[in-house]
C-alpha cells in the first residue's frame, strides 16, 4: 500500500525556537519512516512582511540546516525550498478563486498582522491560507504536523479542498493538522507572555542556535511565583510551560519528582524550588540544543552539501507537484 503523504513548512523569518521543534519539528523527525514526507523552507511566505532579500537568503538556509540538525535524512524525505517548486504558485491561483475575502479576512493570523503592521495590509497576507492550503495540496498530503497557532489554516485548506472537489471533481484528500499524541502543542515565551515566537522577546524565547550560557540565563529568569497556596493546586501556565518544557528533554524521574515537589506544596510549606527546577532544565536543556546547535552550524559551513540536499528535495518535490498540477490543469481548464 501507498505510503499516507505528510507535508510542513517553515516560515525563514528568524531563527528555530523550541516552539518550532515542539511543535514541528520533532513530529516530522519520528514521521519520516512511516510516511512519504515533503517538509519546506516557506520562502514566499515570508515576503509578506517584506524581509530584506539578502537576510532572506540566509535564513532560508540556516532554517533547512536547523530542520536537516534535528534529525531530518534528506535521502528519506524531501527538504527543499518552496519558491523551488512554481507548481504551487499555479494552484494558489486556481483556489484563490474559490476564496472569500470575508473569510479570508476573519482568519485569527490576518487580524494579528493587520492589528501589529496597519501600514502592510497587502494581498498576499490575506491570502496567506490560500498559499498554506496550496503547498499542503500540491502534494494531497492527508497529514501536516504543525503547532496549536495553525490548527484555523488547516481548517481553511479542508474547506478549499472541498470546494475545488465539489466544482471540479475530485482531486484532493483532505489535510488534517497532526501531532503524535494527539493535542496540538503551544509552547509559551519564558515570560509567560503569549507563544514562543521567531521575532518577539528574545530573551524568553530559546532558539537552536544558542549557545550554552543563554540557554542557561533565559531558563533562570523564566517567570516563576511564590509556589502554590494549596496542595494539589491548578499550574498557572507559566509554570506549567516550564514543566511542558522538562517533559521534553528530562527523564521522567526528573519530572516526576518536580511535579510530586509542587502537589504537595501550599503557602507556609513550599517544598519546590523553582531555581533548582530550573537548574536541572538548564542542565538538560544545553544537553539536548547542543548537538543541533553544532551540526546545524557545521552544514551551514558546507554550502555545497546544503544546495545538494535542497536541489535534490525540489526534484522530489516537483516530481510530486507535476503529477497533481496535471490533474489540477484538466479538472479546472478541461
Ligand atoms: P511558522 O514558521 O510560524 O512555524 C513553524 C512551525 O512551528 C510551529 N510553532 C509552534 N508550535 C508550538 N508552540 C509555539 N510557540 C510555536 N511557534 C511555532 C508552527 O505551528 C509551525 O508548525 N504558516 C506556517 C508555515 C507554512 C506551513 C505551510 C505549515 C506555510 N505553508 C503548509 C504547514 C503546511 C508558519 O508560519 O509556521
Redesign the pocket.
Known amino acids: 500500500m501507498a505510503k499516507e503523504v505528510v507535508?510542513?513548512?517553515?516560515?525563514p523569518?528568524g531563527f528555530l525556537?523550541l516552539?518550532?521543534y515542539?511543535?514541528?519539528?520533532r513530529n516530522y523527525v519520528r514521521m519520516q519512516d512511516e510516511y512519504n514526507c515533503y517538509f519546506f523552507v516557506?520562502n514566499w511566505?515570508s515576503l509578506t512582511t517584506h524581509p530584506d532579500t539578502k537576510t532572506l537568503q540566509q535564513s532560508v538556509y540556516r532554517v533547512a540546516a536547523e530542520n536537516i540538525a534535528c534529525g531530518l535524512d534528506p535521502e528519506k524525505i524531501a527538504l527543499y525550498v518552496q519558491s523551488d517548486v512554481p507548481e504551487i504558485a499555479e494552484l494558489y491561483l486556481y483556489l484563490n478563486m474559490l476564496a472569500y475575502k470575508g473569510e479570508l479576512e476573519k482568519t485569527a493570523s490576518f487580524k494579528e498582522k493587520v492589528r501589529l503592521n496597519p501600514e502592510n495590509v497587502n494581498a498576499g497576507l490575506l491570502t496567506?491560507p490560500v498559499?498554506?492550503a496550496s503547498?499542503?495540496l500540491i502534494h494531497r498530503a492527508v497529514k501536516?504536523?504543525?503547532?496549536?497557532?495553525?490548527e484555523q489554516?488547516l481548517e481553511m485548506a479542508r474547506n478549499f479542498a472541498q470546494r475545488f472537489n465539489y466544482r471540479y471533481g475530485n482531486v484532493f484528500p483532505e489535510p488534517y493538522a497532526f501531532n503524535y499524541g494527539g493535542e496540538l502543542?503551544?509552547?509559551?515565551s519564558l515570560d509567560g507572555n503569549g507563544?514562543?515566537?521567531?521575532s518577539e522577546n528574545q530573551m524568553a524565547t530559546l532558539y537552536l542556535a544558542d549557545d550554552d550560557d543563554s540557554i542557561k540565563k533565559k531558563i533562570m529568569k523564566a517567570k516563576t511565583d511564590g509556589g502554590p497556596a494549596e496542595p494539589n493546586s491548578v499550574m498557572p501556565d507559566y509554570i506549567k510551560n516550564i514543566f511542558t518544557l522538562m517533559q521534553q528533554v528530562s527523564t521522567p524521574d526528573t519530572v516526576k519528582k518536580f511535579e510530586e515537589d509542587f502537589n504537595n506544596s501550599s503557602t507556609g510549606n513550599i517544598i519546590i524550588r523553582y531555581g533548582d527546577m530550573k537548574k536541572q532544565l538548564a542542565e538538560d536543556m544545553i544537553a539536548f540544543i547542543k548537538p543541533i546547535r553544532e551540526k546545524a552550524a557545521d552544514l551551514q559551513n558546507n554550502k555545497e552539501l546544503l544546495l545538494k540536499i535542497i536541489k535534490q528535495g525540489a526534484d522530489k518535490a516537483r516530481a510530486s507537484a507535476n503529477e497533481t498540477i496535471q490533474l489540477v490543469r484538466k479538472a479546472v481548464l478541461g
Open positions: 507535508l510542513s513548512g517553515i516560515r523569518t525556537h516552539g518550532n515542539f511543535g514541528a519539528m516557506a511566505h496567506y498559499l498554506m503547498d499542503i501536516v504536523p504543525v503547532g496549536k497557532d495553525q489554516h502543542i503551544k509552547i509559551l507563544k514562543m515566537s521567531k
